[in-house]
């Protein structure tokens, strides 16, 4: 299977690695949202987030609790973003699992969530019953 990011663990793709170890890398993403937009994938490949075994997910999370502050510091940011897209329509690209960390500025022009909508009456309710039930036989 040719996977973009298979090949950045395998050092087919180069990438502006800033930390590796057994199970994880974390690199400079290529096209950043800004500067030290830095993404964290298992070396193992997991298609998405959904996907990933838990164990993995929750040493991924405490690893970024490591690299979300440095990247903080070293970009001067006083906040950030950290995400999974997870299916096309979310917006992933690259169906290897990953996750983004991004530095975040006052007025950096990057508006999240765009065109919300309000709830008509009692509609929030029979949403919250959908999801709950759904939950229940998980
Ligand atoms: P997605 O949209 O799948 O959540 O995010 C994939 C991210 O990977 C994008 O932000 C994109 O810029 C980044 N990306 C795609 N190909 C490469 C690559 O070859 N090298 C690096 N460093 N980043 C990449
Ligand atoms: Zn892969």
Request: glycine share 6%; with cysteine; aromatic share 10%.
């Amino acid at each position: 299977m040719d996977c973009v990011f298979c090949n950045i663990v395998s050092w087919k793709t180069p990438s502006q690695r800033v930390y590796e170890d057994d199970s994880f890398i974390a690199f400079l993403d290529i096209n950043p949202v800004n500067f030290g937009h830095t993404l964290i994938i298992p070396r193992e490949h997991y298609a998405n987030f959904t996907e990933t075994p838990n164990e993995v997910l929750c040493d991924m999370t405490v690893l970024a609790k490591k690299i979300a502050p440095a990247v903080l510091e070293a970009m001067s940011a006083p906040a950030y973003n950290v995400t999974f897209n997870v299916g096309t329509e979310a917006g992933q690209a690259v169906h290897h699992v990953h996750m983004h960390i991004i530095p975040r500025y006052a007025d950096d022009g990057h508006k999240l969530w765009h065109g919300r909508s309000g709830y008509a009456e009692g509609e929030m309710g029979s949403t919250a019953k959908k999801i709950k039930e759904k939950i229940r036989n998980k």
